[in-house]
Structure formats: C-alpha cells, structure tokens
C-alpha cells in the first residue's frame, strides 16, 4: 500500500493527482500500441476520421491576408500608440511579436493540413512528417509539427484547438479595441516579455530606473476579467489556475484544498510596481507565499538562448494567515497558465 500523502506533507489529493497521471500514462501506452492501419470491420476508416477533422479544422482556422491575420492596420490607435522618440509603446511592441509568433502558427496549421488532406486522397505522397501527424491526430494529440512553432500546451488535441481559438480571439480583441483592463497572460507565448514591457511602461512614465522597480502581486476578489479595474499604475492579469491548496475568495487568501477539487482559478491580479527597496520590506513581513507560476503542469523546462525557462514564469507573493510557508512548500503549491484538459 502507498504511503498517506499526508505523511510527507501534502493534501490528500496529492493521490488523485498521483492515480490520474499513472492512468493517463497507462492509457497512452495502450493506445500507442494499437493497430495503425485501417481495417475491413465495420465502423468508419482512420482515413475518413482524420479527413473529417481535418476538414473541421481548416473550417475554424483564422483567414490570412498575405500572411498575417493580425495587420497592423486594423490595430486600435492606443494598441501601437507611439512614443515620443519615434517608436511605439512596450506593450505594443510585445503584441507585435506575438502576433507575429501566432500568424507564424496560423500558416503552418494551414499548410500542413492542406498537405495531409491531400495525403489522405491520394495526390501527394504521405511524408514521414504527415504520417506522424496523422497519427496523433487519430490518439487526439498536437501534431509535431504543429509543437514546433506552437506554445506550450498539454491538452489534447479538440481541447486545444478550442484554446487556440480563444488565444486568437484575446489577442484579436486587443489588436482591434485596445490594450484591455486585464490581461490573459496564460495567453501567450512569452509571459516573461509581458512583465518586461509591463514594467517598462511604468518606468518610462515615472523616468523610475526599471532595474529599480520590480511587480507585488494583489489579488481581487473579481473572476470576471471584464468587470476588473482600471489602474492608474501596474497592470491586471487573469487566468491563472492554483495548484496544491485552496483559494479563499473573500478573504483573498489561500486556504486549504476542498476534497477532490484539485485546481481553482484565481481572480484577478494586480501586478503593482515597487521600488526593490519596498518590495523587500513588504516581502520581510510574514504571510506572504513565495508562488512559483509555470505554463503547464509539468513544472519542468530548459533554459532558452533568452536565458529564460521554457516553463518557469516568476514568482507571485500570496497573501497567507500560515506563519511557517514552508507549509505550502510541502504540499507542492504553485500556479500553473492552464490545465491539461
């Protein structure tokens, strides 16, 4: 028999946790070993149900005009706002890379779905790359190719292409209507270049030094991005999901995990600029926890040439009643961008 969790400090739903990830893991190999090729038995062909997904999702990818889905034409006159020396607003240029980084995935979902429909009929020869996509896409996985020059993202394949789709609309609606009252950071593709051009937004408005000025998380107690706040410094951030422990969302507080409930979304965050200086003393003071933020529930990456995690994010400071934090330590709490499913 396995060990209470409880014995090393963690919830235990730390179990659940544990039996759904050694499931999930026995079922991949399952289905990695069933048979590939189609058969004579009843029931629809491989061919014709990657066919039709494929024709699904073609029917939902985003329109390219030359290329790109977001032209800097269409844009809000405060999205690419610009600067007195000539260019444009941090912000904007961080929107611009990202757009960029999803025009980048847009043309090769479109491509490569292009190839492998004609793949499936017949009029191209089935290349080692098509075949693997056409694989995973029958055992509801991101095709490889795709993986490439996509984010980080775990879920499966239906379940990803509704996420992508919501990524696209977020970054749409900023482009066209202007920087939102909260922003999605789970969103995009380098939430580490966000809360740079963040923070140098600020540090150019107040002429403060950015290596000066660091952010200190306060959450609300509003879940509706729509209805957050709008700061006259620092910026509002949503979609964040607590992983290991609870939320108290009237005292703004973590709290203990319910029983089975595994994640919580978190309201919206203030990300408040401080002098380092005041961010120490606030930090020194007790009830604060330490919170590690990753992209997805691996919790594990490398390190990029931009000397940056592949996963790791930054710290969030939340709001405690627990005097030893190493309490939360032991029960592995972190914030994680998404879920898997």
């Keep these: 028999m396995d060990e209470d969790p409880q014995v090393f400090g963690l919830h235990p739903n730390a179990m659940i946790t544990a039996q759904r990830k050694a499931a999930n893991k026995f079922l991949d190999t399952v289905l990695s070993v069933q048979p590939k090729m189609s058969s004579a038995g009843a029931g629809k062909k491989p061919e014709d149900i990657v066919a039709e997904m494929v024709q699904g999702f073609v029917d939902r990818l985003p329109k390219l005009d030359h290329g790109h889905h977001f032209r800097p034409q269409d844009a809000h006159p405060e999205t690419y706002k610009p600067t007195g020396d000539g260019g444009i607003v941090s912000l904007g240029v961080f929107h611009k890379q990202e757009a960029d980084r999803f025009d980048e995935l847009i043309t090769t979902m479109k491509k490569t779905l292009s190839l492998l429909n004609k793949a499936i009929k017949g009029i191209v020869v089935m290349s080692s790359q098509l075949e693997d996509m056409f694989h995973a896409m029958m055992l509801q996985k991101t095709p490889p190719v795709w993986e490439k020059v996509a984010y980080p993202c775990l879920k499966p394949l239906n379940s990803w292409m509704v996420d992508f789709e919501l990524r696209v609309i977020f970054m749409e609606e900023w482009l066209r209507s202007g920087?939102?009252?909260?922003?999605?950071?789970?969103?995009?593709?380098?939430?580490?270049?966000?809360?740079?051009?963040?923070?140098?937004?600020?540090?150019?408005?107040?002429?403060?030094?950015?290596?000066?000025?660091?952010?200190?998380?306060?959450?609300?107690?509003?879940?509706?991005?729509?209805?957050?706040?709008?700061?006259?410094?620092?910026?509002?951030?949503?979609?964040?999901?607590?992983q290991g422990v609870g939320w108290d969302l009237d005292k703004t507080i973590i709290a203990e995990s319910e029983i089975a409930v595994l994640f919580v979304q978190l309201p919206v965050i203030w990300l408040n600029p401080l002098l380092k200086a005041d961010f120490d003393a606030a930090h020194a003071e007790p009830g604060r926890y330490k919170t590690p933020v990753y992209k997805t529930s691996e919790r594990k990456g490398t390190l990029s040439t931009t000397g940056h995690s592949t996963n790791f994010v930054t710290y969030f400071y939340l709001p405690s009643t627990e005097m030893d934090q190493g309490h939360w330590v032991r029960r592995g709490v972190a914030l994680l961008c998404m879920l898997d499913d």
């Design 179 to 242: 920087p939102p009252n909260s922003f999605w950071v789970p969103c995009f593709y380098f939430p580490q270049g966000f809360m740079t051009a963040s923070m140098q937004l600020y540090a150019r408005s107040t002429k403060i030094p950015i290596d000066t000025l660091t952010f200190w998380t306060e959450p609300g107690t509003i879940i509706d991005s729509e209805n957050a706040p709008v700061r006259e410094k620092g910026v509002n951030v949503h979609g964040f999901y607590i």
